[in-house]
């Protein structure tokens, strides 16, 4: 067995048993520097990949949002091997959003809705760390970009098109406020429901354009 034998693989049965290996070679790159996972995914075994999700053996979204810092806090449950063996899929996975994205396109192939609410498909780390009183940070930060990422936005601009608002001390004395992001589509749709949602989010996007214009004037 090897991690790229294994990332075709359709048995079930061989999957289990490569999880149960002594040497741990499911948690460490080959002589490519490439783990199971990076090959399962390029393979598109979403089969495998979605059994290793669904048995907890790998998350691509953690459950604590203060670990979303580092990607969406990925990890793994397989145990690493004694001190003095190096194991780095789980650090691999936390610091490679982009595996994410790639299991992302895997759901959206096989129509799969709920692995897409479990990967936040929609969303990516930094806007849990985003802060909208600090929001001048954002006048150099960019969205990410790979190819995993491209085979999904095409919709990228040279602003990440981020709004922030804070409630006035005065009014509220505390600080409240909100920063989310706002996007605008240049696409139409023959599906009059599709159109209907690319409208409204559209309206949206100039309602926030048109708050900002009368604020600079």
């Known amino acids: 067995m090897s991690n790229y034998s294994i990332a075709y693989s359709k048995d079930p049965a061989e999957w ?3 999880l149960k290996r002594d040497d741990k070679l499911f948690l460490n790159p080959d002589e490519y520097d490439k783990t199971v996972i990076d090959y399962a995914l390029e393979a598109g075994n979403y089969p495998f990949l979605k059994f290793l999700m669904d048995n907890g053996y790998i998350w691509f979204v953690g ?3 203060k670990e979303y810092n580092v990607g969406f806090g ?8 004694e001190i003095g063996f190096h194991d780095p899929l789980e650090y691999r996975m936390k610091a490679q959003d982009d595996l994410r994205f ?4 895997l759901a959206i192939r096989d129509k799969d ?3 897409l609410n479990r990967l936040h498909a929609r969303e990516i780390p930094m806007l849990y760390t985003l802060n909208h009183v600090m929001h001048y940070t954002l006048t150099d930060k960019k969205l990410p970009e790979s190819s995993n990422v491209e085979t ?4 990228i601009y040279p602003e990440t098109g981020f709004v922030a608002f804070t409630i006035p001390m005065y009014i509220k004395h505390s600080i409240r406020g909100f920063i989310t ?3 605008h589509m240049t696409v139409t749709s023959s599906d009059p429901e599709v159109q209907f949602l690319i409208d409204e989010m559209n309206k949206t996007y100039d309602t926030f354009i048109n708050y900002f214009e009368e604020k600079e004037a």
């Open 16 to 18: 289990t048993a490569y």
């Open 63 to 65: 459950n604590e949002e």
């Open 74 to 81: 990925a990890g793994t449950s397989i145990k690493r091997r």
């Open 102 to 105: 790639k299991m992302i396109s």
């Open 113 to 115: 809705l709920d692995m």
């Open 152 to 155: 999904m936005i095409h919709y």
């Open 181 to 183: 992001n706002i996007i």
